[in-house]
């Protein structure tokens, strides 16, 4: 099993000047530890549940290609762009500017959106769900085109690009994984098994709702003609490792035994944040001591 870390907040000690030098130490820190991929998400405002929306959020993109310089070995991705923030063609080449940049480390990670708050504050396009998935749905047949070097016009029923040129191509071979996140059963998972190389689940839904999604994508898998093993399933929670509400406060011994539940469900990599105390820099070490030596023989 791998083990990832997502960075969700920045309210961090020393205000907007100690951002750099903070998320320098955090990334440096973690490829150490020996985390297999590091991800931002896609947001410009706070979450509900993490902050309030004016906290600080950085640009997904720019951070990690900030992380790309300061790093080499950690995979590096988004967790996960909403479709609505960009227009396909921009987006698809951010990312293999990403993944060029980076030496072939990047993940294309991306989904339908759903920060309606996020998108009205902002002026980004907030059509119905069933536009938003299918804005998605040809963000990915463009994707697959462009990192086939295929220019021919693109006509799609929300985009047309007459000339969807991509270079350089991407350094990741045949192009970066493209994960989708989300646990829609009917177009997400479908999604997955047509388009995806990798899914990402959400942890805190339990073990035997996680146990069904996965069922859920077999199926899909098998209705489009493919190997299951063929998606990397990768799931995300939370660590909360030396923090002082002790009702959160959980051991290494407890986190391992975490993953290894999923493990056993089939989970690949498991995505972890710190939102209260991945700034302190231990926690990072605690895994890198406790927690990524042992799983990695899950």
């Known amino acids: 099993m791998k083990i990832g870390l997502q960075i969700p907040k920045f309210t961090w000690p020393g205000g907007p000047s100690a951002l750099a030098p903070k998320l320098t130490e955090i990334a440096q820190t973690a490829e150490d530890a020996g985390f297999y991929s590091i991800w931002v998400m896609d947001h410009f405002f706070q979450l509900p549940g993490l902050g309030q929306p004016e906290e600080p959020m950085l640009e997904g993109y720019s951070a990690l290609t900030y992380l790309a310089a300061k790093t080499s070995r950690v995979k590096l991705g988004t967790l996960v762009t909403g479709v ?90 045949p192009h970066p994984p493209i994960m989708i996140g989300g646990m829609g059963e009917t177009k997400t998972l479908r999604f997955v098994a047509k388009y995806a190389d990798a899914c990402n689940l959400f942890a805190r839904v339990g073990n035997d709702v996680l146990k069904h999604k ?72 605690t895994f890198g001591r406790e927690i990524v030596p042992i799983v990695a023989d899950f």
């Open 84 to 173: 609505i923030y960009r227009q396909p063609g921009f987006l698809i080449k951010q990312v293999t500017n990403l993944d060029v940049l980076s030496g072939g480390r990047a993940y294309f990670g991306v989904g339908a959106a759903w920060f309606e708050q996020e998108a009205n504050g902002l002026g980004f396009p907030f059509p119905p769900t069933k536009v938003r998935f299918e804005w998605l749905e040809e963000t990915l047949l463009l994707a697959h085109q462009m990192w086939s070097d295929d220019t021919r016009p693109f006509n799609g029923q929300h985009f047309q690009l007459a000339e969807p040129i991509c270079r350089p191509q991407p350094v990741s071979q």
């Open 214 to 285: 996965l069922e859920v994508l077999e199926g899909h898998c098998e209705a489009v003609g493919r190997p299951y093993s063929d998606i990397e399933k990768t799931a995300l929670t939370s660590a909360f490792l030396g923090v002082e509400k002790a009702e959160y406060n959980r051991t290494a011994a407890e986190i391992v035994e975490t993953c290894r539940s999923l493990a056993e469900l089939g989970i690949d990599q498991v995505i972890f944040n710190m939102p209260f105390n991945v700034h302190e820099i231990t926690p990072l070490e």
